[in-house]
């Protein structure tokens, strides 16, 4: 007969505990199973049982009314709770948790710390790791350095019948304890009080046959003598805070981390084949490596399996290991299968070693209102929460693929990150958009903390969007807060959001502040229309901004230092990209004006736009505006097709005169041609503004070149490979009139480089022309007559 109580000291998550602890209850069949867990989760246990349930799978406590104060407990199908709850339920046998309540420990817990163990007296937070570790001692005790790897010799790969193994482990831990005391942690004396107690219940309810499953470090403690007065005066006067809890789903690369009863193991992957496997393990172990490097691509057949498990086993026995463990079978494969490359190796690790297996938890499962609509939703949507990180390409012109872009912005704006948008690899169009998916345990507990907002996703949404815009503190976060309502398809807020829109606005002054808000309410205007939202009142306070900054901007960007000037170069750009998107903004398609300050016949907002680039381009002298601004403005200018080419060249000889201080010169050419490869492109295709920088390099003093050098690397560092070497062929051939133009006493032209010609080769410009226009949807059709050609008008105004 068995010594009752039965204490099963066991490690957490570990498939060898989890075996020996099925054996245990096997042979002793005790009549109630107490567990190391939270004691509110005994109404819960029950579902461990349902259909619908598979772990990896956690328990989540947290505050009624601060669910960002949370505890998880953890459990995979190799762990030994697990497995003694299935063992339990199989038998009808009742299980009972014993722990300190959540109640009591979330109360103990800092405020916030979501992510730290649920079980307060195990090493997990970082306050935490620095207590004792007894595997680790046991381990150095017998001349192992890696822990991991005596663990697996004495108890994973040897089989012990019975109660043995565990009165082995517990008498270990004595002497741990003997030597330790609480090993670093005050509230194991807490804990291990209340368990007492509970086990102190058990045998009055359910009699004498008590088997216990807990940390191996408890056992010495709960069976050390102690009266029920003595642990009832430590539980006196704890902290206590009103509790809920529930089922969440886990997952295996969750528990690769500290969390968690203090066990975060390296190798959930691992563990959860070793404990599942009927037979063979290490031959079945390597097929599915052989199986995941053939989905790769890589040459892997049977007989480099076959090669791994000799070699796996010849190392085991060299190793004097009582079977091949996780080191020998990954030196195994990177030799075999990897040809000694650790690549497939991170590989391996990443999918089999850890895992990205995601558990499932039944729809009856306490929840809360907003957790039980994002499912329904999800399954709505088929939308499953998935572990391992996914891509999903949205069309937004479809129903389903709308509603499911609607669902991921409505829970980016309740702090609920399961989706991050992605750059798309495919089409640029607003009707497109790329997502990021991974579902990770935490958003359960964010979920929980959104409930507060409401009891679906919409409602809880809407109000957080209207709380944030009557608490924003800066127009920028109002526009943003605007165009996230837009994106996620909040009518209800967007009123609310309007209001607070329009009175910071209103009482704004601050042209780059301005500046910073107008961006996002135009992309509001714009992507509202591919959502079929309504965006006039938002478009009336994109325009009236959009006038302010006209108004505001030349007096701001005169006496800025260089940060301010770089500040500002940021809003400048933003405004000119916000300005071109507004709807009606741009005049129709025409000639470009011959000169510079000619004004064109309309007055649209684009025209006056222009004007205000103009006006500071047009500003000399370092006291007044900085040539960073000056630089970028005339290029803006010229990109746009409103400043003639040989304006353009007429700044760069002011900016660049001899009058003008290097580094200063050095800033307007920073803003005229940085930028990337489009800044590059313009001086080879325009030698003459090639020349002009190349003159101005020349002539620059000594002494003020080492202050200059830095503004032209970070200016020409940004070209492409290709756009520099031209740029150095070119300076290499020499200075000299610009290719196509005579010499200075006549002749024949200059020939030009290498790929370039003397100047626009109309008819050959014109063979394109049908194709441009109807890319620009201007005709319905190219015409392709033999005896019509467009003529230069069109050629140009396609070029435009």
């Known amino acids: ?222 069976a050390a003598r102690s009266t029920v007065t003595a642990d009832r005066k430590l539980l006196r006067g704890l902290p206590k805070v009103k509790a809920e809890i529930s089922w969440v789903p886990w997952t295996h690369r969750r528990l690769a981390r500290h969390s968690g009863y203090g066990a975060g193991i390296a190798s959930p992957g691992w563990y959860s084949h070793l404990f599942h496997a ?68 991170a590989l391996v690790r990443d999918r089999l070693v850890v895992g990205d297996v995601l558990g499932e938890v039944p729809a009856s499962a306490p929840a809360v209102p907003l957790q039980r609509d994002l499912r329904s939703t999800q399954r709505s949507l088929r939308l499953a929460p998935e572990a391992a990180g996914r891509e999903l390409e949205l069309d937004l012109r479809k129903d389903m693929d709308a509603a499911r872009s609607r669902l991921l912005h409505r829970l980016r704006l309740l702090g609920i990150d399961w989706g991050t948008p992605a750059a798309s690899r495919g089409s640029t169009g607003t009707f497109r958009e790329t997502w990021r998916l991974r579902w990770e345990p935490e958003l359960s507990v964010r979920v929980a903390e959104a409930g507060v907002w409401g009891t679906t996703v919409l409602s809880a949404a809407t109000a957080k969007a209207e709380s944030g815009a009557l608490g924003a503190s800066a127009l920028a976060e109002v526009t943003e807060l605007a165009e996230r309502c837009l994106l996620a398809a909040l009518p209800d807020a967007l009123p609310v959001v309007m209001r607070a829109l329009a009175d910071r606005a209103a009482l704004e002054a601050d042209v780059g502040h301005l500046a910073q808000a107008l961006p996002a309410l135009v992309r509001s205007v714009r992507y509202g229309d591919v959502r079929g939202t309504d965006t006039a009142a938002l478009g009336e306070v994109a325009a009236g901004l959009a006038e302010r900054i006209l108004v505001g901007l030349p007096p701001a960007c005169v006496g800025l230092d260089a940060d301010g000037a770089a500040d500002m170069l940021r809003h400048l750009e933003a405004v000119h990209r916000a300005i071109g998107l507004l709807p009606e903004s741009k005049p129709e398609p025409g000639p470009p004006p011959g000169s510079p300050s000619g004004p064109s016949a309309d007055d649209s907002l684009w025209t006056r736009w222009a004007g205000v680039l103009r006006a500071i381009a047009g500003r000399d002298g370092t006291r007044v505006t900085p040539g960073l601004l000056r630089g970028r403005a005339a290029r803006l200018l010229l990109d746009d097709g409103r400043l003639a080419e040989d304006e353009a060249a007429r700044l760069m000889r002011l900016a660049l005169s001899p009058g003008t201080a290097p580094p200063e010169a050095a800033a307007w050419i920073e803003g005229f041609i940085g930028g990337g490869a489009g800044g590059g492109m313009l001086l080879v295709h325009d030698e003459r503004l090639l020349g002009l920088v190349d003159g101005w390099l020349i002539s620059v003093p000594a002494e003020a070149f080492t202050d200059v050098l830095p503004l032209l690397r970070r200016t020409f560092s940004a070209y492409d490979t290709g756009v520099r070497r031209t740029l150095g062929e070119l300076v290499r051939r020499g200075p000299g009139p610009a290719a196509g133009e005579p010499h200075a006493a006549g002749g024949d032209a200059i020939p030009a480089g290498p790929g370039f010609g003397p100047g626009l080769d109309a008819d050959r410009a014109a063979a394109v022309v049908p194709t441009v226009r109807l890319l620009l949807g201007l005709d319905t059709a190219p015409d392709t007559r033999p005896d019509t050609a467009p003529d230069h008008d069109d050629t140009a105004e396609a070029a435009r």
Not at 324 to 338: K, N, S
């Open 1 to 222: 007969m068995p010594e009752w109580p039965l204490l099963l000291g066991v490690r957490h998550h570990g498939p060898g505990s989890a075996r020996a602890v099925r054996a245990a209850l096997d042979e002793c069949e005790p009549g109630v199973v107490l567990i190391e867990g939270p004691p509110e989760a005994d109404a819960l246990v029950h579902l461990a049982a349902d259909e619908g349930m598979r772990p990896p799978v956690a328990l989540l406590a947290h505050v009624a009314n601060d669910p960002g104060r949370a505890g998880f407990w953890p459990m995979a199908g190799f762990s030994p709770e697990w497995a003694a709850i299935q063992w339990a339920l199989a038998r009808d046998v009742p299980v009972r948790f014993i722990d300190l309540p959540a109640a009591h420990s979330l109360a103990m817990t800092a405020k916030g710390d979501a992510d730290r163990s649920g079980d307060p007296g195990d090493p997990a937070g970082p306050a935490e790791r620095a207590r004792v570790d007894p595997l680790a001692v046991l381990a150095e005790a017998a001349g192992y350095e890696d822990p991991e790897r005596w663990w697996e010799d004495v108890v994973e790969h040897r089989s012990v019948a019975g109660t043995a193994a565990f009165a082995a482990v517990g008498e270990a831990m004595g002497e741990l304890r003997a030597a330790y005391g609480q090993g670093g942690h005050e509230d194991d004396a807490v804990r291990e009080a209340h368990m007492r107690l509970r086990m102190h219940a058990a045998r009055r309810e359910f009699g004498e046959a008590v088997a216990v499953v807990c940390g191996a470090w408890h056992v010495p403690a709960l």
């Open 278 to 345: 009927p037979d063979r393990p290490l031959e079945r172990w390597l097929t599915k490596v052989a199986g995941l490097l053939r989905d790769e691509d890589f040459a892997v057949s049977s007989a480099h399996v076959i090669e791994a498990v000799r070699l796996a086993e010849t190392l085991a026995a060299l190793r004097g290991r009582p079977l091949a463990g996780l080191a020998e079978t990954t030196d195994a494969v990177r030799a075999v299968m990897c040809e000694g490359s650790d690549v497939p190796i």
